[in-house]
């Protein structure tokens, strides 16, 4: 398997649009050093390249009968389950060496995650609540950033936590809505699936607003200034927008539009809080 089609199998530019979520949690503890910094970005993307490896060599057979899907490399056959598991497995084992160069305790909490990374994929055969289950995975990104800097537990990187599975969990429900009928179809579970257009949408609304009312209690607690407050309206803004772009009668162009604003939210939470440390 060349680079190329390595970083088609794992998204690579979903690695990048992850990365601030781990680095938000660096610098809520403080902002941590180099060392810190470069084994947190290492951890960072052997986690997102295990979890893309396993969710894609998992779910071939459901992507090769679902339209939207068989495009993907494995159902496609330029990429073999074989390669895909080991690419999984020896992200798992720099996620684990990461995890123990950057203290004990992130040693220790690498091996759930990486469970987690495992399972993630099988959780929408048994239970709607796999969007929440995404979330939670992405919520351990911050928290153990924050945990890689500070070495000990707090309030702050568990409310971080809750910001990020919230906000992913309700952007998950809304990309849902596009295999509502696919998966009913193939008893797949999803809050879409179970509960229809409407209701999905109330969902995912209120999971936006507990994020973003969970990015404001970090910024109180931990009493960040001027430019987190403005990184915290713009994403707001950004949050209404996506929301309106959800409840367009054509979804699939909006869906498009959607992820395209969504990936300025976790670069703008980051800067406006690195500013904030660097400045303030």
């Known amino acids: 398997m060349d680079?190329?089609?390595?970083?088609?199998?794992?998204?690579?530019?979903?690695?990048?649009f992850a990365l601030p979520f781990a680095l938000i949690g660096v610098l809520f503890a403080g902002g941590g050093d180099f060392f810190t910094w470069s084994w947190v970005i290492v951890a960072l993307a052997a986690a997102r390249t295990a979890g893309m490896s396993f969710n894609r060599v998992?779910?071939?057979?459901?992507?090769?009968?679902?339209?939207?899907t068989q495009d993907r490399l494995i159902?496609?056959?330029?990429?073999?389950?074989?390669?895909?598991?080991?690419?999984?497995?020896?992200?798992?084992?720099f996620l684990v060496f990461a995890s123990f160069m950057l203290n004990r305790?992130?040693?220790?909490?690498?091996?759930?995650?990486?469970?987690?990374?495992?399972?993630?994929?099988?959780?929408?055969?048994?239970?709607?609540?796999?969007?929440?289950?995404?979330?939670?995975?992405?919520?351990t990104a911050p928290i153990g950033g924050y945990l890689a800097a500070a070495g000990e537990f707090t309030?702050?990187?568990?409310?971080?936590?809750?910001?990020?599975?919230?906000?992913?969990a309700g952007l998950d429900i809304v990309y849902a809505l596009?295999?509502?009928?696919?998966?009913?179809?193939?008893?797949?579970?999803?809050?879409?699936?179970?509960f229809g257009k409407k209701k999905s949408l109330v969902f995912s609304t209120i999971c936006?607003?507990?994020?973003?009312?969970?990015?404001?209690?970090?910024?109180?607690?931990?009493?960040?200034?001027?430019?987190?407050?403005?990184?915290?309206?713009?994403?707001?803004?950004?949050f209404v927008y996506q929301q309106k772009l959800a409840r367009s009668k054509d979804i699939g162009p909006a869906i498009k539009m959607f992820f395209k604003v969504n990936r300025?939210?976790?670069?703008?939470?980051?800067f406006g809080a690195l500013l904030d440390i660097v400045l303030g």
């Open 105 to 139: 305790l992130c040693f220790y909490l690498s091996f759930p995650a990486v469970f987690m990374l495992f399972t993630y994929s099988y959780f929408k055969r048994f239970s709607a609540s796999s969007h929440f289950y995404l979330g939670f995975v992405e919520a």
């Open 264 to 270: 300025y939210i976790s670069p703008i939470l980051f």
């Open 208 to 238: 936006y607003m507990a994020s973003i009312n969970a990015m404001v209690w970090a910024g109180l607690l931990t009493g960040l200034g001027v430019f987190y407050w403005i990184a915290i309206t713009l994403i707001g803004v950004i």
């Open 58 to 68: 998992i779910d071939a057979n459901i992507d090769a009968k679902n339209p939207r």
């Open 178 to 194: 596009q295999d509502m009928e696919f998966d009913s179809k193939e008893s797949l579970h999803s809050i879409p699936a179970k």
């Open 3 to 16: 680079f190329k089609t390595f970083s088609k199998l794992i998204m690579i530019e979903q690695t990048l």
């Open 155 to 168: 309030r702050v990187p568990f409310i971080l936590g809750f910001a990020i599975m919230t906000w992913i």
């Open 75 to 93: 159902p496609k056959g330029e990429v073999t389950p074989l390669a895909a598991w080991m690419a999984g497995a020896i992200a798992s084992l």
